[in-house]
């Protein structure tokens, strides 16, 4: 008799940003090229600090590192945080494998099977695969591309409260949708956490992507959810390396950390190379991040100018990352991203997307969306953008 897998692992959603990989794939060995907005893997290089550090390693060995992170690391980043107005110590701080690690820790050490959380949705859908992991449901709270995606009405939130909820979840700025959240909306959010004793777990890897007027704000800055706040953060984003896999988790509470650092324990330590790398990252030169941020906000106004032309697309403009949830003129947009890789191209070119259903727990939700990346030059998004209307008038013939 076959063995059966397990049916956590059959709940688990296959990721909508790499699903169609292999079909991706498929269409370059075919030889044709392939224009990818689906991942949000930069292009830009990482600063010069990331590399002088990779080539003086003068190490005799590459030993573990102590299950919460290099401490040199973690003064660093609490360094970091000071210049973002955050009085955080360095023994608040644990390094984790990439920010996802993060996520999984913190839901792992927060919640019991059957918790539920409350996150505003799209949101990044990875988040649902950790919540399965840790036996947790999550509640969504629906925001709209009508309305720019912006956060619905607190009401919402009270209204979804349950005996099991445990949690609420943000990005700020949000993957995917690029919203950046105010004051006030997050000072409504904490106090429904600290009212209703709920953790705040807030994914801010993207602070320093904020193109709104007003700054980035960060809930650790908020005093009514001193204890409650759980900041994830990573460093895959900010320096453009997403291959060293660092991420942080960051809370006030002892006995938060307590119950992460037995998850830190049992996988040992984050990578000895990465923690090197990031380290080094921090000293990137405020040059370096500016020049970062005004590319990638020229990315930003040239793909919103440019999709918008396209007839019967929309894309509210993004305030914050560099991601935009867009409607396009489809009726099934995972049927119409897996037609671009599998039997669709524009001289010997064609477009890979992120369908955005997958970013709903109700995967009957946008169905006409898909997520774009804009992590590429203006001359690939112009081309990008070029087969996509192609592919969109050619997609429309033959669902006539």
């Not at 790499?18 to 224009?35: D, K, M, N, S």
């Not at 671009?340 to 010997?348: P, T, V, Y």
């Amino acid at each position: 008799m076959k063995s059966k897998v397990s049916n956590r692992g059959i709940e688990m959603p296959a990721s909508p940003i790499r699903r169609l990989a292999g079909a991706a794939h498929a269409a370059e060995q075919r030889g044709i090229t392939v224009y990818r907005l689906n991942i949000g893997q930069p292009d830009i290089p990482s600063p010069p600090q990331a590399f002088d550090a990779l080539r003086h390693i003068d190490r005799k060995m590459l030993e573990y590192t102590p299950s919460q992170g290099l401490e040199s690391l973690r003064i660093k980043m609490a360094e970091y945080y000071h210049r973002c107005g955050l009085e955080i110590h360095p023994d608040e701080i644990i390094i984790t494998t990439g920010g996802s690690e993060a996520v999984l820790f913190a839901f792992m050490a927060c919640l019991d099977p059957g918790d539920e959380i409350i996150v505003p949705q799209p949101a990044y859908a990875n988040y649902m695969a950790f919540a399965i992991s840790a036996g947790a449901r999550i509640i969504p709270v629906n925001s709209t591309i009508e309305t720019g995606f912006r956060l619905p009405p607190v009401e919402e939130f009270e209204r979804l409260i349950t005996p099991r909820t445990k949690g609420i979840l943000i990005c700020n700025p949000n993957n995917p949708t690029g919203y950046i959240y105010t004051r006030d909306e997050l000072e409504q959010i904490a106090d429904i956490a600290s009212r209703h004793g709920l953790f705040l777990f807030s994914d801010e890897v993207y602070r320093e992507f904020c193109y709104a007027d007003q700054p980035m704000v960060s809930v650790m800055s908020i005093e009514s959810v001193h204890k409650n706040a759980v900041l994830i953060d990573s460093v895959s984003k900010r320096y453009n390396e997403c291959g060293i896999r660092i991420g942080a988790l960051v809370s006030r509470d002892p006995d938060v950390r307590a119950n992460v650092m037995k998850f830190c324990q049992a996988r040992l330590c984050p990578p000895l190379i990465g923690q090197l790398v990031a380290e080094a990252s921090i000293d990137a030169t405020p040059e370096y991040q500016q020049e970062v941020f005004e590319e990638y906000r020229r990315r930003r106004d040239f793909l919103i100018e440019r999709l918008n032309r396209i007839p019967g697309c929309y894309s509210p403009t993004p305030m914050g990352a560099f991601y935009t949830v867009a409607s396009l003129p489809v009726d099934d947009a995972d049927e119409f991203c897996r037609w671009c890789l599998d039997e669709f191209s524009h001289d010997g070119k064609t477009i890979f997307m992120a369908p955005a259903s997958g970013f709903y727990s109700d995967t009957s939700l946008g169905r006409n969306q898909v997520r774009i990346a804009y992590v590429h030059d203006l001359d690939y998004l112009a081309k990008a953008l070029d087969t996509l209307q192609a592919a969109l008038q050619a997609y429309a013939k033959i669902k006539k």
